[in-house]
């Protein structure tokens, strides 16, 4: 578990991501009909349970990691329920797998 939140820090250059500051925020957005906010629409789509442990307001990622222990692609959510663009986190696999096999 990353109880330092290591993760979280590394993807938003040292501290955690906070696209929403908190709770009253969080409403605001949900509350407003009218919101052109990427967020609103990303939580209004979810059709399944949602998982409410734990810290909520803090962004997450993707990063594929090569063989040299580098990071050969990352994402960082902008909006809380960004997700990362399938067929580049395909690619960025496929890559670091071809990189692995060449280093062998």
Partial sequence: ?????????????GKEHKPCS???????????????SRMRANLMAVKSAQ??????????????????GKATYSFSEEEL???APIPDVIA????????AKTAE
Avoid: C, Q, R
């Avoid at 009253?24 to 509350?31: G, H, N, R, T």
């Fill in 92 to 99: 960025a696999v496929h890559a670091a797998a071809a990189a």
């Fill in 51 to 68: 998982n409410t442990t734990g810290e909520g307001y803090i962004a997450g990622g993707v990063y594929v990691i090569g063989p040299d």
């Fill in 1 to 13: 578990m990353d109880s330092d939140l290591a993760f979280y820090k590394a993807l938003g250059g």
């Fill in 22 to 36: 908190g709770l009253m925020a969080l409403v605001s957005i949900m509350a407003n009909p009218f919101s052109k």
């Fill in 81 to 83: 329920g960004d997700k």
